[in-house]
């Protein structure tokens, strides 16, 4: 047993605990649960929405997709980091402007009625779960392979872990420990990387060159199409990718913990350079984990290669980088199951019991109640699905929630910003649309059904592609047209001017103008 990676992550756990405490003294308010009281700076939430992104997937997928698929596996860093352009010029600003504590409420601002809340609230519930499977399969691989505790207890014990930030630490608490995770995942990043290149005598080219030997897969490790054989598959991944963080709900979220739009923006950029760094250094993560640990080694600690850069940090640096390593992965996932339970609760409590079931009449107390009890729900059915999950790549089943999230969202958030014509009709079309047409692909997919029972289930996928993405995001923008066109028009035609002015400037128009006419 590592009694140093144990000490670790019981120095990991206990920060991130204390940190909690401090935070739960703060946290009264819904404001407070929801959105930290939107007190963080550009800066801060810049950290804390990198930490969000830079999960599981990120620094465990990635690496080991890279080490075992090649090229194939840098689209995931590529997406992931194009993706924030979209964010950044579409989404941040209007998102901040017109909403409150959840993506719901942006969509409200617009269309008021129950229904749609109702259908975005689900939306956010079903997108975090997905997400958050893939945190808790890295999890539990992770703390399998360290301490050699069972997978299934190991979810367990981070599930736990993710509830008690959330319960009782609430946003602060959450945006706090993914700030620290953000600076010691840069860190340990930043260190492998360096006694990577410094294997190749910091030579690009020697890397490339030795790399290409050093694999079964030789020189195709640097082309394209060692896992994606279909075209089609890398166009729709690429989709998934890129389209699909404008609709994550746990980084729209992010958005309401600062002041204002103008540092919503700012925010955003912080988190792009930050992202983009850590991005790039995932090459040294793959490259160094394919030439100097093997891809046997990496099939044999997990066959969906998760454990890629742990194995890489004890090859280069012993038991010590081991376990520090190992210690930031945790810290990885801990953060951002903490962000998805917090994103899924906020939806159940603020939307669905908050404003349809109360019909807006909850006190905050019974918000943050409601918050709090949705959180463990949301922990135990998380927990439950990735017991089901543990031989897939935890990158992999991170682009699964990209691409649900950029069919059932991405078309109504633009919309309701950019479509004067657009109604509730439309709204919910899309939204219903994009959800189920993806959830019911991958249902028919190569994910979970296979001939050779390397899947979930053994037999013939009846669709051929792994992501959904080319297919169900434009379903999600036609259902959103067709449900406008064939709907009755509503009164939400007719606020379009109001929204535009708000979503581009934070002024309330209606507002404005009642409070001129009172002066």
């Not at 990387?193 to 690009?204: G, I, N, P, Q, T």
């Not at 600062?258 to 992202?275: E, F, G, H, L, N």
């Not at 439309?426 to 190569?446: E, K, R």
């Not at 434009?474 to 067709?482: R, T």
Request: zero cysteines; hydrophobic letters at 60%.
């Amino acid at each position: 047993m590592n009694w140093t990676a144990i000490a670790l992550f019981i120095a990991i756990v206990g920060l991130t605990l204390v940190i909690t405490y401090f935070a739960a003294r703060k946290t009264k308010t819904a404001s407070d649960f929801y959105t930290a009281d939107g007190g963080l700076t550009g800066f801060q939430n810049g950290l804390a929405i990198a930490g969000d992104y830079m999960s599981a997937a990120s620094f465990l997928g990635i690496a080991g997709m890279i080490a075992l698929a090649g090229f194939d596996g840098f689209f995931y860093s590529i997406g992931f980091l194009v993706a924030y352009l979209v964010v950044l010029y579409l989404v941040a600003e209007p998102l901040r402007n017109l909403g409150k504590y959840t993506m719901a409420d942006m969509i409200a601002a617009r269309f008021n009625k129950p229904r749609v809340r109702g259908v975005a609230a689900m939306n956010a519930i079903v997108i975090s779960i997905f997400y958050m499977i893939a945190q808790l399969v890295g999890a539990g691989a992770l703390i399998e392979l360290l301490l050699g505790i069972p997978y299934t207890t190991s979810v367990v014990v981070v599930g736990i872990l993710m509830t008690v930030y959330v319960v009782f630490g609430g946003m602060t608490a959450t945006s706090w420990v993914q700030i620290t995770k953000a600076v010691l995942l840069m860190i340990g990043t930043a260190i492998i990387s360096f006694l990577v290149f410094a294997r190749f005598d910091f030579s690009v080219t020697t890397m490339f060159n030795e790399v290409s030997k050093a694999t079964p897969l030789g020189s195709d490790f640097l082309n394209p199409g060692n896992k994606f054989k279909l075209p089609l598959d890398t166009i729709s991944l690429n989709m998934a990718l890129v389209l699909g963080t404008a609709g994550l709900p746990h980084i729209l979220i992010r958005f309401f913990t600062v002041k204002d739009a103008p540092t919503a923006r700012q925010s955003v950029v912080y988190a792009t350079w930050i992202i983009g760094a850590f991005y790039i250094l995932t090459i040294f993560l793959g490259f160094g984990a394919a030439a100097f640990v093997g891809r046997d080694a990496i099939l044999a600690a997990n066959p969906a290669g998760n454990m890629a850069a742990p194995l890489l940090a004890q090859v280069l640096g012993g038991d010590l980088l081991f376990a520090f390593v190992a210690a930031i992965a945790f810290a990885t996932i801990l953060a951002v199951v903490a962000g998805l339970v917090l994103s899924a609760a906020s939806a159940f409590a603020h939307d669905f019991y908050g404003h349809i079931i109360r019909k807006g009449e909850a006190t905050e107390t019974e918000q943050v109640k409601a918050a709090r009890i949705a959180s463990v729900a949301v922990a135990l059915v998380s927990m439950g699905l990735a017991f089901f999950a543990q031989s897939m790549n935890v990158a992999f089943l991170v682009s699964l929630a990209f691409a649900v999230a950029a069919s059932a969202n991405l078309p109504v958030i633009l919309f309701t910003i950019f479509w004067r014509r657009f109604n509730t009709g439309g709204a919910i079309w899309g939204m219903v649309v994009g959800l189920f047409s993806s959830l019911i692909l991958v249902a028919l997919s190569p994910n979970l059904w296979a001939p050779d029972g390397s899947a979930i289930f053994v037999g013939e996928a009846l669709f051929p592609l792994s992501n959904p993405g080319i297919v169900s995001i434009p379903l999600g923008f036609i259902a959103a047209v067709i449900g406008t066109l064939v709907t009755k028009s509503d009164e939400a035609a007719g606020n379009y001017e109001r929204v535009l002015v708000k979503a581009n400037t934070g002024i309330d128009a209606e507002t404005e103008v009642a409070a001129t006419k009172a002066d």
